[in-house]
Structure formats: structure tokens, C-alpha cells
């Protein structure tokens, strides 16, 4: 590592000891669904008063109904049929993920577009997570869409630091490579405050590590997964890894090769666009 990425890691590591850094909060809307998803009697009538408040997060969650992964006979063309469809669980916790895109957002060009490209990737890995999810495995598909959109959340804060810190955002290598070091760390800390799940807790701090065992199938393996499936042929360093040599990939048992499973997966690439 470089000087700079050095010095900076250093000065980012110490702000989040000392509670300096200013970690985004979660989205108002987000927290109101949670509120109304975490009341075992919610309405479904009244879930989606809450989430039709956000025009564009209601859309998006009928886009999702209607694509071709869940595509039903007749097209779901208002908020309502599409929670029924889902469930109150699924469609909150897929709501509060797709939410999130109201926090990637930044002062400069620069940073705004290193925003964009990080989120376009959380999409990507969602859908791949979700299709892997719902079709091999028994664990909850939402939770793992979910798992996806957050996976590099990490990310912001040290994008909202290099927006202060000019000599970091002209110098595209060491930003890299303090994204690359320290976005596991903050992604932990940061759901740890918004109250997340352990199981998704783990996942920015554990899905690089493609040497990872765990005893069963778990939402950290089908990110890892999918991050790696929306890296191939690219020019990122985790194209080069082998996905049937993953102590994760050889849990799902499938075949990468296969013809169907990979048109499924290419497919949910653009499920939460």
C-alpha cells in the first residue's frame, strides 16, 4: 500500500475509534416501514400507505413483482396487489434495501459517479442473490436481496471523507485501496447501528474472504457468490476467481456451466434496476 492510502487508513481508522467519523444515517422511510413490518398485525393496506409515501420506491417495488423472475399470469400494476404478492416481511425488507439508493449521493462529480457505479454493482449482486437464494437454497430470498444492497455500504462514508480530502480523490489508486482495506470495517459498524440482522451483520466483513467455511449455507456465501458471477469478465481482481473452487459455491451444488442456471442468474442481474 502507498503512502497516502497509508496515512489516510490510519486517520479513517482512528475517526472510527473515536466516534469522529460522520456514518450516514438510515433513510426516514426506512425506519417508518420497519416500524409498521415489525408489528405482527400489520395491515397490508397500511404497509403500503407507508411505503406509498415514496412515489419512486413504489414503482420500483412493482417493477420487481412484475420481472421475469416472479413474473405472475396477470401484470401488477399498483403497490397493493404487489405487497399481497410478496408479503408484508418481503416487501419491507426489500423496500428498506432498495431505499438505500437515497444515501448514495455526494457534492462532487467525482464521487457521485464512484457512488453510482458502487450502487449499480449492489443491484446487480442483489438480483444474483436473490435468484440464487430462492432457487437452490432454503434460506429467505429478501434477506439475501438485502444482503446484496448492502454488501459495500461501507463504501460511503470513506467517499463522504475523500470529499473533504482532495489528495485522496485525485488519486484514484490510493482511494482503491483504502475503499478496498477498511469498507469491511465500517460496513460492520454501520448496520450495526441501523440494528440489522447478525446474519447480514456479517456479510461486508466476510464476503472477500473466499476461503471462508461455514458449517451451512449462509447469506455472507450467496453474496460472495454473486459478487463474484457479476465480476466475471471484467477488469476487477475477482474475475480471476475460480467460482467451483469456493468452500461457498460447492454449499449451492450447482453448475455454473449449465445453461439454464446461468441465464437465470444473467437475468436476475437487472431484477432491481
Known amino acids: 500500500m502507498n503512502k497516502l492510502a497509508e496515512k489516510v487508513q490510519q486517520a479513517l481508522v482512528t475517526a472510527i475509534d ?12 426506512a425506519l417508518k416501514i420497519r416500524q409498521a413490518a415489525e408489528d405482527p398485525e400489520v395491515s397490508i393496506s397500511h404497509l403500503s400507505k407507508v411505503i406509498g409515501r415514496d412515489t419512486a420506491l413504489s414503482a420500483r417495488l412493482i417493477k420487481v413483482v412484475n420481472s421475469p ?13 404487489a405487497i399481497t404478492r410478496l408479503g408484508t416481511n418481503y416487501s419491507s425488507n426489500l423496500a428498506i434495501g432498495l431505499v438505500m439508493e437515497q444515501i448514495f449521493h455526494a457534492r462532487s462529480e467525482v464521487v457521485e459517479h464512484k457512488m453510482r457505479e458502487v450502487w449499480r454493482r449492489s443491484l446487480e449482486v442483489a438480483g444474483v442473490c436473490y435468484a440464487l ?29 475523500a470529499e473533504d480530502h482532495y489528495e485522496l480523490l485525485s488519486d484514484p489508486v ?14 460492520d459498524k454501520l448496520l450495526r ?23 451451512s ?16 469478465n471484467t477488469e476487477h481482481p475477482l474475475a480471476n476467481a ?32
Open 193 to 215: 447501528g441501523w440494528d440489522f440482522p447478525e446474519m447480514l451483520v456479517n456479510v461486508p466483513a466476510h464476503y472477500q474472504d473466499l476461503e471462508r467455511e461455514s458449517a
Open 242 to 273: 475460480v467460482l467451483s473452487n469456493l468452500p461457498a459455491f460447492k454449499k449451492l451444488r450447482i453448475d455454473p456451466l449449465n445453461e439454464a442456471v446461468r441465464t437465470e442468474l444473467d437475468e436476475a442481474r437487472s431484477m432491481f434496476d
Open 133 to 161: 437464494c430462492r432457487n437452490h437454497s432454503q434460506l429467505k430470498p429478501d434477506q439475501a436481496a438485502l444482503g446484496g444492497l448492502v454488501h459495500q455500504i461501507g463504501v460511503l462514508p470513506i467517499l463522504t471523507y
Open 69 to 81: 423472475l416472479l413474473r405472475a399470469s396477470q401484470e401488477v400494476t399498483d403497490l397493493h396487489t
Open 18 to 29: 473515536n466516534d469522529d467519523l460522520v456514518l450516514p444515517t438510515l433513510p426516514e422511510v
Open 217 to 232: 449455507l449462509d447469506y455472507v456465501d450467496l453474496v460472495q457468490v454473486a459478487v463474484l458471477y457479476c465480476h466475471k
Open 174 to 187: 490510493s482511494l482503491n485501496h483504502v475503499i478496498d482495506s477498511i469498507h469491511p470495517l465500517l460496513g
